[in-house]
């Protein structure tokens, strides 16, 4: 039985397949004071730095201002060490947990001989009672897992700091300043456990607070007290110390952790250098766009600049004045915005320039829920826009896959002079993964339409691609103009007669073939012949690996696919729906690529959907695909 794999967005991790690999899972949960995404960011760090496969993904209260100790004001990240992109949403090896809240949402996610790591400071009586517990579930009689190890973080961070107690006389920090610290004790307790060197963090935090030298002194000594508690009390008495996987750095390359943001703002900034031209990222503050907005701000030059607009449209709009003076413009959105920005799409595809969109995708309608996952704007990016204005549409698989998508999304810009669209989703934005920084000589080269300057060209004649000229402004006997006024076929003269409306509509829409032969076909893992296959798309991939995975060991010859290129489709997606007698389309909607694949293909198939704001369970996935497969077609 042969297996066809293929892996796009990390090379050097290795073919997924439907082979189960050994992982292992940490959850860290808590209150926002209590630090839970700068422990998750550092503990990442100090593996990545490793070279340790690491996998991350963090989870924030839907509710931005939620009160202390309550369920609504839980943070949370979830890690695995896995050779591929292991899932780690159904259970955990290892939980920390900060306060009761954290215990009491995330106590049925810990395996049966999981440890559970225990901040008892927090377990006061009112905690407790917040979080919904009638008695400690720590000690005695109500402890919930025998592996409990219950540590007072609080005092004994203080201890290490102060030597006294916080705000008496003679203290070096007031007891607010302590408490910020105890996630740094916490942080060399689990780096000790996973056997992790602890210098990452020390640099990490010298270049945080070198200009605070107090609060410096009181991290390092709060972090590094944790460390050497965990070897010296034998805190962890019943259970070996867990070694990470063999590290992935090789001779020669480095490993680092990388966000999803991270490797997109990376890959905008290396289109500037490669191409000599011009990438300007203009965006609004709208969450969850934000987050690279940020980032953007703090990385400019080196041919990359940023703008904060007032609105999308406006943002939208700075972006296409760049393409329009021969550079590549850029724009994130979300929510909202995206809808606000159909306008200027729409001139993008009809005056033939190069348009990128990052789009984040959230949960919910209008403001809805920023801070949840769904994959909610496929049928925006696909339809919303006026008239016959194709759109490309892109979805990164992973937080690494977002440097190689947003490459070629620039690629597929730039050659074809079109708008890209690439939908992210929280699942790989703000997820973190290890990533071995690739050779520069390894990354594609950009190819650019021909030049009218160097051929004898007119400004709309095309090339094999179907793409016109990109004429730089200013170029010397090659004025032309552009506009979203409809013209004549291969000409800038403007016509509203139908039977050249008709002609252009048939050539962006061969344009949109022609980008679908430039992606290539779609890959499929999995068993010849198989009788089910499973098909998703964005940041559900390692979850939907995994239950098919899963569902393979229980007999069932299976198939999976994830598509990328959403927008053409790729070529030989309906050869690849009729090869399986049954198909599951997976999705964080209401089915919207199930409706498309089934108004253009016929095949037997369900849509499997989820639409609470969450990712997809493993076992839930598994069977749904178990009940279908055995289902009488």
Known sequence: MEEKTVNLGNPDLGAPSLALAPAHALRMTGD?????????????????????????????????????????????????????????????????AMNPAGLKLHESCLEKDGILLANSDSFGAEELACAGYLENPLAGKNQLFHRTISVPMAQLTNHAINLTRAGEKGALLSYREVDRCRNLFALGMLLWYYSIP????????????????????????????????????NVFPQVPAYHPLESLSKKGRICRMISGNDASLLALKHVALKTNRPVLLASTSRPPSH??????????????????????????????????????????????????????????????????????QRAGISTGLPQRVAQSDLGMALMGRNGE???????????????????????????????????????????SESWLIPEPESLPDFEFPHFASDSSSGPYECDDHLARPWITPGT???????????????????????????????????????????LGPLPVSGDNGAEI???????????????????????????????????????????ILNSYPKVIVAELNSGRLFALLKEKFEFNGISFTRQDGLNFVISQVEQAIIQFARRES
């Open 389 to 431: 204005a194709p759109l490309v549409v892109l979805a990164p698989d992973s937080p690494s896959d977002c440097f190689a998508l947003t490459l070629l999304a620039a690629k597929v810009a730039m050659r074809f002079l079109a708008p890209v669209c690439i939908l992210h989703d929280l699942l790989n934005s703000r997820a």
């Open 291 to 360: 987050e690279i907005c940020s980032l953007a701000a703090k990385n400019t030059g080196d041919g990359f600049s940023f703008i904060l607009a007032d609105d999308e449209h406006a943002a939208a709009s700075i972006a296409i004045g760049v393409s329009y003076g021969g550079g590549l413009g850029c724009t994130a959105v979300s929510g909202v915005g995206f809808p606000h920005q159909s306008e200027v799409v729409s001139l993008a595809s009809a005056a033939e320039l190069p348009l990128l969109l990052l789009e984040y």
């Open 32 to 96: 926002a004071h209590d630090g839970i995404a700068m422990l998750s960011h550092l503990f990442a760090l100090a593996a990545g730095s490793r070279g340790y496969h690491l996998y991350s993904v963090p989870e924030y209260p839907a509710e931005i201002r939620s009160h202390a100790n309550t369920l609504a004001g839980v943070h949370t990240s979830s890690l695995a060490f896995a050779p591929y992109h292991e899932p780690i949403d159904d259970r955990t090896s290892f939980l920390l």
């Open 533 to 575: 296959l499973v098909l998703g798309w964005g940041g559900t991939k390692n979850v939907l690996e995994a239950a098919c995975a899963m569902a393979k060991k229980s007999g069932i010859s299976i198939a999976f696919a994830h598509l990328r290129f959403l927008n053409p489709l790729p070529k030989n997606m309906e050869m």
């Open 476 to 518: 010397p006997g090659k004025e032309h103009r552009l506009g979203g006024n409809e013209r004549k076929l291969n000409s800038p003269q403007v016509s509203f007669l139908p039977q050249d409306h008709l002609a252009m509509n048939r050539h962006r829409a061969a344009r949109m073939q022609r980008i679908a032969e430039f």
């Open 198 to 233: 602890i210098d990452p963090v020390l640099r990490w935090l010298k270049q945080k607070f070198s200009v605070n030298p107090s609060i410096l002194d009181a991290s390092q000594k709060a972090f590094k007290a944790g460390f050497i508690y965990s070897e010296t009390a």
